[in-house]
């Protein structure tokens, strides 16, 4: 949703902030890029929020030290046009940044689909255990006249 908000209203929210026209550009083109990796950000919260909910909080940051060191690298080379990158400059920054946090979502998920770890959690598609479901429900529901 928010991907949709940002690629399809980028003309808006650039008139709202009027700034100068060669700033709308630069920014609705770094705003367009930056709203293809919104998924890849909600992914990557996600399965670090799994990592960290079950005590692993040392693979989230390992992959983030990796991602963050990336993206740094990304920056350089393809705001600049170094190591035989293209000169994007503001185009360049945001797909630099993206493009990472994709990369950290695909990490996280590699590693949490590896056999041992789906196994021994035993991280499946459950159906919800139904009777303790009907009490709370009576209670939440408005009281009869």
């Given at each position: ?12 929210l650039?008139?709202?902030?009027a700034p100068s026209e060669?700033v709308q ?5 770094y ?15 996600i399965f ?13 940051l ?15 080379a ?16 945001a797909?630099?940044?993206r ?5 950290y979502?695909?990490v996280?998920?590699?590693?949490f ?8 959690l035993?991280?499946?598609l459950v159906?919800p255990?139904?009777?303790p479901?009907?009490?709370p429900l009576?209670?939440?529901l408005?009281?009869?006249?």
């Amino acid at each position: 949703m928010l991907f949709r908000f940002l690629h399809f209203n980028v003309d808006s929210l650039m008139v709202l902030l009027a700034p100068s026209e060669a700033v709308q550009k630069l920014a609705g083109n770094y705003l367009a890029i930056c709203a293809f990796g919104a998924v890849g950000m909600c992914a990557a919260t996600i399965f670090s929020s799994f990592f960290i909910g079950i005590g692993d909080s040392r693979t989230p940051l390992y992959v983030t030290v990796f991602v963050n060191s990336l993206n740094a690298v990304l920056d350089y080379a393809l705001i600049f046009g170094k190591f035989g990158m293209p000169a994007w400059g503001v185009s360049g920054a945001a797909v630099a940044t993206r493009l990472p946090e994709w990369i950290y979502a695909l990490v996280l998920c590699v590693l949490f689909i590896r056999r041992g770890r789906r196994h021994t959690l035993v991280t499946a598609l459950v159906p919800p255990h139904t009777p303790p479901l009907p009490r709370p429900l009576r209670t939440g529901l408005p009281a009869r006249p």
